[in-house]
């Protein structure tokens, strides 16, 4: 594999259930980031990690809880979510925080019913 | 806070004509300018980056933007259009003032019409 996958592709699930979504990077790099893209809204941040320590938490709630072992590899666990949490969840990551280009991988298209 | 204008949620133009969408940013310091594309079902994947250097930066598939530092604006734009370029695009601007913190516009739809 190379670049930036994620897993699922796809998930559905209740406002009861708890589920996680995962990043893996392949570049070596040493941020990582999650971002939410839902229809008609820019894209926003959620989180950012920089050699496996959150450096950003973009005033999400508690409900969406990141984790990141190693630098390769990102997390967001999710429970009781609410319907308007459904969304395109992209991860990606960097050479360095910021400044560098960030590298996207396909999103998890997650419902929420 | 810095901001992204995309004029346009919306453009279409025929197969071999011109593509212009337009990005306006708010910031008072030079920033580094990014272009992403999304194809359906995908990522965002780089266009191109402005960093300060050559105004006029040059990406992959033909396209490329102009930084105009007195319009703060960074247009993209490709002389002919090929129906492989219906995609959602992305004007991003590094926010200085937020440890370089990515602001991403709200996207703009090309349609290319055979």
């Known amino acids: 594999e190379t670049g930036v996958t994620q897993t699922p592709r796809h998930l559905v699930m209740g406002m009861t259930n708890k589920k996680s979504l995962k990043c893996e990077q392949h570049l070596g790099h040493n941020a990582m980031y999650w971002y939410k893209q839902s229809a008609k809204k820019p894209l926003e941040l959620m989180f950012v990690?920089?050699?496996?320590?959150?450096?950003e938490n973009n005033s999400v709630p508690s409900r969406f809880s990141p984790e990141c072992p190693n630098s390769s590899h990102l997390f967001l666990h999710l429970h009781t979510l609410q319907p308007e949490d459904s969304a395109l969840y992209l991860c990606?990551?960097?050479?360095?925080?910021?400044?560098?280009?960030?590298?996207f991988g396909p999103g998890t298209r997650l419902t929420v019913l | 806070a810095q901001s992204v204008t995309q004029l346009g949620s919306h453009v279409s133009v025929s197969e071999g004509a011109l593509v212009l969408l337009r990005c306006n940013y708010s910031s008072s310091v030079p920033p580094y300018l990014f272009w992403y594309v999304q194809y359906p079902n995908q990522g965002l994947q780089l266009l191109l980056k402005?960093?300060?250097?050559?105004?006029l930066v040059k990406g992959i598939n033909g396209f490329e933007a102009e930084f105009k530092k007195s319009e703060t604006s960074f247009h993209l734009t490709k002389p002919s259009a090929h129906m492989s370029d219906a995609a959602e695009y992305f004007c991003?601007?590094?926010?200085?003032?937020?440890?370089?913190?990515?602001?991403f516009g709200g996207g703009t739809r090309l349609m290319v019409k055979p």
């Open positions: 990690y920089n050699f496996k320590e959150q450096t």
């Open positions: 991003a601007v590094s926010d200085v003032n937020a440890g370089n913190m990515l602001t």
């Open positions: 990606a990551s960097s050479q360095e925080i910021f400044t560098d280009t960030q590298y």
């Open positions: 402005y960093t300060s250097a050559a105004t």
